[in-house]
């Protein structure tokens, strides 16, 4: 089968398609069909062993997914596509199942086919809804939902989403207001009506208006984009406020230092909390019209490297999608 694959650590061209052996699905696995899977942050940051963290972060990065070159040679964490072959024990997917899910470390996705364990973060497609769209919605869903768990939303309660326009972002605008919390999300200009429309109840252009400087006070800010900061934001909380953190190793010292000593508490979970009860909760709310796909640009997985220098650049509207056209399903 065809697949992106990777030896070394290093910048995006490191990536190059390869034909690779198709795998067997264990007795607790699917084989699935891969139709659409998505370049993200997880990938991007994995390939380059979280150089841009710094060295320990770097190093700690290795240690996860191999000290000197990669173990997993195939990235890709979120897919869509069709069950084609299935382990003996396994009870909930059948041949012809549509799918999709999240891998996390476990990558897999950029290929023709990939083994998915059936506990894992994995569902039947949502009802409705095309291999592109399923394949763009887990991991910014999974990984905001993790930090709004800890925040106790609802109506009454009010947030402001700093870096709305991105995958996380995104995501956590719809989920906030899914909770019946008074949402501000903050993005730049060409974002604005995006951000809007997923159901913003007002966005701060941070092109025009420095958020911290309108006298204006949230319960709960959250950065999900890993660009602003506690120490910048805590004016903008209101009393035993939650700063809600998804990047940089200052965060981890916050959120052990601040529940001890300070009022307004930063909050990052490390490693992620995520089950496979949360991608059912997604499928659920595409379902019922609550949550939907952002993408921002389709390739082919041919153009891996091009998709994946775009993602770089950290300018992404939601989602970019790799798809695998004519995907063998056999
Ligand atoms: N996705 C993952 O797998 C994952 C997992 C764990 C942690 N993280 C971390 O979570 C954070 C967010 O990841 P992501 O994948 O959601 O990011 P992303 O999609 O790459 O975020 C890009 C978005 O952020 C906006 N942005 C860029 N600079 C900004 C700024 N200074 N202020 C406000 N918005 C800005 C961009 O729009 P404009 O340029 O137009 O503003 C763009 O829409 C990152 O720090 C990442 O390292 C990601």
Known sequence: MRAAVYDHYGPADVLRIEDVEKPAPKEDEVLVAVHATTVNRLDVHT??????????????????????????????????????????????????????????????????????????????????????????????????????????????????????????????????????AEVTAVCSTKNVELVRSLGADRVIDYTKEDFTKNGETYDVIFDAVGKHSFERSKGSLKAGGLFLATDGFRNLLLAIWTPRFSDKKVIFQIPPKQTKQDVQFLKALVEAGKYRAVIDRRYPLTDVVEATRYVETQHKTGNVVLTLDGAATS
């Open 47 to 180: 390939r380059e062993a979280n150089r841009s963290g710094g060295r320990v972060v770097s190093f700690l990065s290795r240690l996860v997914s191999g000290i000197r070159a990669p173990r997993q040679r195939i990235l890709g964490s979120e897919f869509a596509g069709e069950v084609v072959a299935i382990g003996a024990a396994v009870r909930e997917f059948g041949i012809g199942d549509r799918i999709f899910g999240n891998t996390g470390l476990g990558f897999g996705a950029y290929a023709e086919f990939m083994r998915v364990r059936e506990s894992w973060r994995v569902a039947l497609m949502p009802k409705g809804m095309g291999f592109e769209d399923a394949a763009a919605i887990s991991d910014g869903f999974l990984n905001a939902l993790t930090c709004l768990k800890q925040a106790d939303l609802r109506k009454g309660r009010s947030i402001l989403v700093y870096g709305a326009s991105g995958s996380i972002g995104t995501a956590g605008v719809q989920l906030a207001r899914y909770y019946g």
